[in-house]
């Protein structure tokens, strides 16, 4: 299958998901993210805001748990900018600081920049992964782009409601994953 038909059938199946079962989901990758991973030494996360109107994984559940239990963990949010068609990585101060976007997206409007040799942690938004860490996202680039620019030990770790999928052809540009996060499993890939 090629990335946009493999786009094509996730997103169909985040769309049948019926609430309770979506909900369950994104309990259960939260749950996975905090009993899997030594937080101790992580200062900088970033993570993406999701769109629950499309059954996104909810980092919401994550992000105020690192809040509420992890006050020395600082968080970065994106910040589509479309005349780049990059992304800006600004630290989350809190909700008054969120505007949403033409796609649904809540973003910062302002905010302290964050640099990317200083994020530790990724939690990256996907459509579907395979068993070597590929994934397929929307199909712009901006999280290959981001994860790019970070240091080689950050750790990148996406967040998927469903299993593996057989193999998605990747690119030279493509950034693999370290980890991926399902709400029956935490992968870890070579």
Request: proline share 6%; net charge negative.
């Amino acid at each position: 299958m090629t990335k946009s038909e493999i786009r094509n059938t996730y997103l169909e199946k985040r769309a049948s998901l019926s609430e309770p079962e979506y909900l369950l989901s994104c309990q259960k990758i939260a749950q996975q993210f905090f009993l899997s991973f030594d937080l101790s030494f992580v200062k900088v996360i970033h993570t993406f805001l999701p769109m629950v109107h499309k059954h996104e994984p909810d980092t919401w559940l994550i992000i105020e748990r690192l809040r509420r239990e992890f006050p020395h963990i600082r968080l970065s949010i994106p910040k589509i900018n479309l005349k780049t068609d990059a992304l800006e990585n600004f630290y989350f101060e809190g909700l008054h600081q969120l505007s949403e976007n033409s796609w649904g997206i809540k973003q910062p409007k302002q905010g302290i920049p964050t640099e990317s040799e200083r994020v530790d942690m990724v939690l990256v938004p996907l459509l579907a992964f395979d068993k070597r860490g590929h994934r397929v996202g929307y199909g712009k680039g901006y999280y290959d782009r981001f994860l790019s620019t970070c240091r080689t030990d950050c750790v990148k770790i996406g967040l998927s409601l469903f299993p593996a999928c057989q193999q998605i052809p990747s690119e030279p540009q493509d950034i693999a994953l370290d980890w991926c996060i399902t709400p029956e499993a935490v992968l870890e890939f070579d």
